[in-house]
C-alpha cells in the first residue's frame, strides 16, 4: 500500500481550522513539521500561540481525524510545540492584529452579524429576540452589541451594571434574564453618555470584546452591528473571517437598496451573507385588516439579489417595541404572537444553515469512517521560552 506524500497531508490539513482566527492551520503557518513512517505512521507537530492553549485538543482530534482519511496512514500521532516570539509577532504583522487571541472565542462555534445598510430598521430588536430564541430553543446564545455609538443591547435584554473579571483576567459577561449572555460598551460608560471616539478606538474596543470576554461554550453569538459599512463591518471582518452576516431590512425600496450595500460590503470581505429578515414586513389591525405601511417584497427582492434564503419576515408589531424597551425579549413574553412566531422561525433558519459543531471538528467529507485509535509513544511538548 503506497503511503501519503507530505503534500498530500498538508492538503487534509488545510480542513484544520483555528476557531478563534478562523483559518486554516496551514494558512497560519501552525504546522511545525510532518513525518511519515514506513509503517504508515503519520507524526505532526502543531505550533499552538500560547503553551496553555484551551483548544490544544481540537487541534490533535481534528489533525488524527483528517490525516487518517489518507490512504496507507495507520495511525497518526500529533505533538505541540509553541510559536517563538518572533514567529508570534510575524503572524500578528500577517494578520494584522496587536496581540493573539489566547482563548476567548475558542468555544463559540458560530458567529453571526447582524447588520443593516441604514438606522432604524429594528436590527437590534432583531438582534436580542434572535439571541433569546435561539437561547429558548435550546441553543446557548450570547449577544455582543457591537454598535458602540448607538448601544441598546443592554436595556432590550433588561441587563445593566459592571461586569466582573475572572481570575484569568478575562471580563465576564453578564446573564440577561432570558438566558442570553450579554457584552456591550454601555456597561463601561455612564447612562445615556455619548461614546465620542474615532476608529483606532472603536478597532481597539471590539477587538477587546471579542478576545477579552470569557464567552466559553456557546452555540451563537450574535453581534450586533452598526449601520452601514464603516470602521466596526472591516474590523470584525478582520477578527472573524468565518463569521457570517445576516442582513435586515424593511421591505420599502429606498431600505432595500440601502441594505444591499452591507451585503456588498461583506462579499468584498468575503464574508458569507447567510439570510435576509425584513422587518415592519406588514400592520395587522385587530379585527384582521392588513396595511403594508412601510411597502411590500423589499426582503425578497433582496433575498433574491443576493441569491440568500428570506429567513423571516417580521409584522410590524407595537409589541415588539413594547418589549423590547421593557427588557423582556417578545418571543419569550409572548411566543404565540405573529411576530414571536416570525422570529423563532427565522432562528430556527439559521440554526439549519449554521454548522452544529466547532469549525476545528470538522472533516472535509461528513461520512468518511472514525479514526483509528492514536497510539504509539506520544511526541513531546516542545515550549519555546520566550
Known amino acids: 500500500m503506497p503511503l501519503p506524500t507530505e503534500d498530500q497531508i498538508t492538503e487534509k490539513l488545510r480542513a484544520v481550522i483555528d476557531p478563534e482566527l478562523r483559518r486554516s492551520i496551514v494558512e497560519l503557518g501552525m504546522v511545525r513539521s510532518i513525518e511519515v513512517k514506513e509503517s ?13 492553549c484551551p483548544i490544544r485538543s481540537h487541534f490533535e482530534q481534528a489533525v488524527a481525524q483528517n490525516v487518517s482519511q489518507l490512504e496507507g496512514v495507520t495511525e497518526v500521532a500529533v505533538g505541540f510545540d509553541v510559536l517563538s ?6 503572524l500578528q504583522q500577517t494578520l494584522g492584529r ?13 458567529v453571526i452579524c447582524v447588520s443593516s445598510g441604514k438606522g432604524g430598521v429594528g436590527k437590534s430588536t432583531m438582534t436580542a429576540n434572535l439571541a433569546a430564541a435561539l437561547n429558548a430553543e435550546g441553543h446557548s446564545a450570547g449577544a455582543l452589541d457591537c454598535d458602540v455609538y448607538g448601544y441598546s443591547i443592554p436595556r432590550m435584554l433588561g441587563v445593566n451594571h459592571k461586569p466582573e473579571v475572572n481570575g484569568e483576567r478575562k471580563i465576564l459577561p453578564l446573564d440577561s434574564p432570558s438566558g442570553v449572555k450579554v457584552m456591550s460598551i454601555g456597561f463601561f ?3 445615556n453618555s455619548a461614546v465620542v471616539w474615532r476608529g483606532p478606538m472603536l478597532h481597539k474596543a471590539i477587538q477587546q470584546f471579542l478576545e477579552d470576554v470569557a464567552w466559553d461554550e456557546l452555540e451563537y453569538l450574535l453581534l450586533d452591528l452598526p449601520p452601514g459599512t464603516g470602521d466596526v463591518s472591516m474590523t470584525l471582518a478582520q477578527l472573524l473571517p468565518q463569521a457570517k452576516i445576516c442582513v435586515v431590512t424593511t421591505p420599502q425600496p429606498a431600505a432595500q437598496s440601502v441594505a444591499k450595500r452591507a451585503a456588498d460590503m461583506a462579499g468584498k470581505v468575503d464574508l458569507e451573507v447567510l439570510g435576509v429578515i425584513e422587518n415592519m414586513s406588514g400592520f395587522t389591525t385587530p379585527d384582521g385588516q392588513r396595511f403594508t405601511i412601510f411597502g411590500e417584497g423589499g426582503g425578497q427582492l433582496l433575498a433574491d439579489e443576493l ?7 417580521v409584522p410590524l408589531s407595537e409589541e415588539l417595541r413594547v418589549h423590547a424597551d421593557e427588557g423582556t425579549p417578545l418571543v419569550l413574553a409572548d411566543p404565540d404572537s405573529p411576530a414571536s ?3 423563532r422561525q427565522a432562528a430556527r433558519g439559521i440554526v439549519a444553515m449554521t454548522p452544529q459543531e466547532l469549525p476545528v471538528m470538522q472533516a472535509e467529507t461528513p461520512t468518511a469512517p472514525a479514526p483509528p485509535p492514536i497510539g504509539g509513544t506520544e511526541l513531546p511538548v516542545v515550549q519555546v521560552q520566550s
Open 40 to 52: 504508515g505512521r503519520v507524526e505532526v507537530v502543531v505550533s499552538l500561540t500560547t503553551a496553555g
Open 85 to 90: 516570539d518572533e514567529e508570534k509577532g510575524h
Open 98 to 110: 496587536g496581540k493573539l487571541p489566547q482563548g476567548a472565542l475558542a468555544k463559540v462555534k458560530n
Open 189 to 191: 460608560v455612564e447612562e
Open 307 to 313: 441569491d440568500v434564503p428570506l429567513v423571516g419576515k
Open 341 to 343: 412566531v416570525a422570529i
